[in-house]
């Protein structure tokens, strides 16, 4: 291999531990919350629990020894910029605990040397500007560096084939053994009792909720469970009756660690070498490497597992080590006379999609979870335990988890053959290049609709979102529809073949101008000018019912628009938590007396059956057991056919009244269409655009898709896929949530409090929050920019997550971005807020949004931009056939 590197025997590493424990006395009967795995997760999280108070209620347990973290496998890497703000956040809160700790005297190794990103290509360089336009918004201090400053600050480094770096001096390391014993300490000093050598059988419930505790030394009682038991994690939570969901897998990953090095740098960064997939650093003068490998190797893959830390040291596999050894020493050339220590490999635990597993659980109350930490536990363990343990203290979480919610999942993706296939693939996600809309490539076509081969006999190139298959665009066809023959069997030559259209995945590989933009744009003309037809499966499907109206009281209680409409009205209402902030928006269809139909985003599938659930268990002294919540989301295929010529089309296929004045905007009615019956059919089509949404039994499903493909061909109907109807969303300036609003947001700050029933009697969720809101008043404020001196030809496009500045100053970050077709340039959504010279956020006014200049901060490159406050009227061809316009932003509006 070209290098000097020899092997050697592995070293113990031993180390003195200045906390005790209790193993001698017998298990307590009962505590108020018992943590299971000793790392520093457990360990960080008894600390804060201790800080609450809560010491003496606190139980640690692990199957092996409390700290078990081996010295050998573990990386100390603490960097500040992660893929969500949430993640930042928390690794903030982290380094702050670790200074701490060391200006407490404690010996953590914890040193902030900086880092260098290194960048070989000009999109991981347009990444690290962006990420340095990002950084004003944390007040995060990076700057960006060309080759010839690499070379003169850091003459070890290998720069021939770089295009720059970003160097970020906060960034830090850290040793992970001493900061667990360390919290141990301090947890153990305020009363937290840790147990070792103790297996935990199952966890035990109780109306849905944690009881107790079964380990092999006795039962305790408790009152909350968290799960920080690593790769374990996901077995443990099948211990559990329910069984709770926690989909996290072991791969291979190996650190490589050498020899003392001559005359190296002790203060050298760690270098990140993210298009190699490696990365360096310095530890008591030796080199301390690992990487993130675009194909990993799942281990344990029978499911049976080590029974601890010590046990599950893994075989070194050479061959498969040999292409991140290469990337290290073409970047590092000191490292070809550099002599080898020892290469190590253990289990690290991953999640499907590359992201932390953390908060509580949907399916058992007060059992949380924190896992899925992809070797960088340390980074995550002193964030996420101040996150949760005022979450267990409060019963509120301080801040949306949002992409990093255990809520996050459908039972697929706990599903063991899954995991093996999509861990293949995750771990060099870590350090891939974040293109927009990225998609895995494995653990594909697992939940379809029915129309799913008809679509991709259409050209659809598919996103997957919660495990659903949706067409993202659509492209010309690689093949004749002859060659497809409606994808039935043919015979050739007397042998039988299936010929069926390729599946393709979505892919977005550019911060530019994407390649896909003449088709989505031919799809947006569709939606706009004529027809089209686009698939809304995947939307999250409930059917709530009950005997009498006690489903109309308890929408009305969880709900913050009023709920009680006419039979076959639609309205779009939030349900809220007790600060106003969006839990679910969704849109609820009155099909009877006593039955709605609930419609929410995909991503809500669990997180929304997950927050009614509680919330009925609170409702009338939880005494509603009497609504029915079903989860319907896989009953019905869901067909938007949607643009002027929608109702040409359909009057074709039924026998039924389509005209505005029997069948108004915002209504549902059950319908034939063709042959088929028991259709549910809603007025609206969610992007603004006239058109209806067809919710159809999926036993029919084809024959309705076929039929409308059959009547709408002399219409010129057109497919549309998901970033189509996201362009006409962004551009009429309808927010989404999971991007524009979440349980942070409440609908005065983003313009809906015209949704709001303030001004009746009926109390709902966050009325009291809202009501305060509303007279005390915002401090930030949902709008939408309109770029007018940017060029999509040459310009790097926005994507979300761009800076915003008022007047020079910043003043919020952008939410979602897209191109708008009708006004022909980008728009962009966000919040603006009101910032003083010292940070402080102050309330603000419609007009003190109104009256700054504005620009967006893309990449570096400042955009002018045209603020609005409400959804724009796009010009039509066509005469508007809804009456008056629907306008989904208004601020300023009634509530």
């Known amino acids: 291999m070209g290098t000097c590197l020899v092997r050697n025997s592995t070293i113990r590493c031993c180390f003195r531990r200045s906390y005790s424990f209790t193993n001698a006395e017998a298990l307590p009967s009962h505590a108020k919350v018992v943590i299971c795995g000793g790392g520093v997760q457990g360990a960080a999280l008894g600390y804060f629990l201790a800080q609450h108070g ?58 902030q040397c900086g880092s260098l990103l290194l960048a070989r290509t000009r999109d991981r360089m347009t990444h690290f500007r962006r990420m340095k336009s990002h950084a004003v918004c944390r007040k995060i201090e990076c700057y960006l560096l060309t080759n010839e400053e690499i070379a003169k600050r850091y003459p070890y480094i290998n720069t021939q084939d770089l295009q720059g770096g970003l160097w970020i001096p906060i960034d830090a390391v850290a040793d992970p053994h001493k900061i667990c014993e360390s919290l141990a300490t301090l947890a153990a000093a305020k009363g937290v009792r840790m147990f070792e050598h103790i297996q935990v059988n199952r966890v035990l419930t109780s109306q849905n909720k944690v009881a107790a505790v079964e380990t092999d030394r006795g039962t305790i009682k408790c009152d909350f469970f968290v799960n920080c038991a690593g790769f374990w994690a996901r077995s443990l939570g099948k211990k559990t009756e329910p069984l709770v969901k926690v989909p996290v897998q072991a791969v291979e990953h190996y650190y490589l660690h050498t020899k003392p090095v001559k005359d190296i740098d002790e203060n050298m ?28 190797k799942p281990v344990f893959e029978d499911g049976a597992l080590p029974l601890s830390v010590e046990d599950s040291r893994l075989e070194v596999d050479w061959d498969h080590f040999a292409p991140m050894l290469e990337q290290m020493v073409q970047r590092v050339p000191l490292m070809r006379n550099a002599v080898l220590d020892k290469l190590c490999n253990g289990p690290e635990s991953f999640s499907p999609d590359c992201k932390w597993v953390l908060g509580e659980a949907s399916e058992v109350d007060n059992y949380f979870v924190a896992t899925g930490m992809k070797s960088l536990g340390i980074a995550s363990a002193g964030g996420v335990a101040k996150h949760l343990s005022e979450w267990i203290v409060t019963g509120k979480p301080p801040y949306p988890l949002n992409e990093l919610n255990v809520q996050r999942f ?24 974040p293109y927009p809309f990225s998609e895995f490539r494995t653990g594909r076509r697992l939940r379809v609709s029915p129309v799913f081969p008809r679509l991709k006999a259409a050209g659809a190139v598919f996103g997957q979102t919660m495990g659903y298959e949706r067409p993202a665009y659509y492209e010309p066809k690689p093949y004749q529809d002859s060659d497809i023959e409606d994808l039935t069997s043919r015979s050739t030559g007397g042998t039988s073949q299936n010929v069926e259209a390729p599946f393709r995945v979505a892919y977005t590989n550019t911060f530019m101008k994407p390649h896909w933009f003449e088709s989505v744009r031919n799809e947006y003309r569709a939606c706009r000018e004529s027809v089209a037809i686009a698939d809304y499966s995947s939307f999250t499907k409930l059917d709530l019912t009950s005997p009498g109206s006690e489903v109309v009281d308890f929408l009305q209680y969880v709900c913050s628009n009023d709920v009680d409409v006419p039979i076959g009205a639609i309205l779009h209402t939030g349900m809220h938590n007790e600060n106003g902030g969006y839990e679910s928006d969704c849109s609820l269809a009155r099909l009877s007396d006593n039955h709605y139909m609930m419609i929410a985003p995909i991503i809500q599938q669990t997180r929304c059956q997950a927050w009614l659930r509680r919330q009925q268990q609170k409702f009338a002294g939880g005494n509603n057991a009497s609504v029915n919540i079903s989860d319907v989301t896989s009953l019905y295929t869901a067909l938007c056919v949607m643009g002027p010529l929608s109702r040409a089309v359909l009057s074709e296929l039924t026998e039924a009244d389509l005209s505005p004045k029997s069948f108004p905007f915002f209504t549902v009615k059950e319908m034939d269409m063709g042959s088929a019956s028991g259709i549910r059919a809603m007025n609206l089509t969610h ?37 189509a109807t996201r362009s006409l969303r962004v551009e009429r300036f309808y927010a989404y949530w999971g991007q524009d609003i979440d349980a942070s947001t409440t609908p005065l700050e983003c313009g809906r409090g015209f949704r709001v029933k303030l001004n009746s ?29 940017h060029d999509p030809e040459i310009d790097p496009w926005p994507w979300g997550s761009e800076p915003i500045y008022r007047n020079g100053e910043f003043a919020g970050m952008v939410t979602t971005a897209g191109f708008g077709f009708t006004l022909n340039r980008q728009v962009c959504l966000g919040y603006v807020q009101n910032y003083d010279v010292t940070g402080t956020v102050h309330r603000l006014t419609p007009d003190y949004v109104t009256s700054g200049q504005y620009e967006v901060d893309i990449a ?27 306008v989904a932003t208004r601020h300023g509006g009634g509530a």
């Open 54 to 111: 809560w010491g003496q209620d606190t139980l640690i347990l692990d199957q092996g020894k409390i700290g078990r973290a081996t010295p050998w496998h573990m990386s100390g890497l603490i960097g500040i910029f992660k893929p969500t703000s949430t993640e930042t956040r928390i690794t903030e809160e982290s380094i702050k605990l670790y200074d701490e700790l060391a200006r407490m005297g404690y010996d953590t190794g914890f040193k």
């Open 269 to 296: 960064p760690v270098v990140r070498d993210l298009d190699g997939h490696v990365y360096f650093r310095v530890q008591n003068g030796c080199v301390l490497a690992g990487g993130f490998e675009p194909l990993a």
């Open 410 to 433: 459908v039972p697929l993706h706990n599903n063991r053959q899954f995991l093996l296939e999509r861990m293949r693939e995750v771990p060099g996600v870590h350090y891939q290049l």
């Open 687 to 723: 992007t603004g655009e006239m058109g209806w949404v067809l919710y159809i039994p999926n036993e029919a499903a084809l024959h309705v898709y076929d039929k409308i493909m059959e009547h709408g061909r002399k219409y010129a109907i057109h497919h549309a896929g998901y970033l």
């Open 761 to 789: 009697d009926i109390n709902f969720i966050g009325r009291e929050a809202l009501l305060k809101q509303k007279k005390e008043g915002v401090q930030r404020m949902y709008v939408q920019f309109q770029l007018d001196d």
């Open 860 to 886: 570096g490159l400042r955009y002018n931009a045209r603020v609005s406050l409400r959804s724009p009227t796009l010009p039509t061809k066509f005469r508007e056939t809804y009456g008056d316009h629907y």
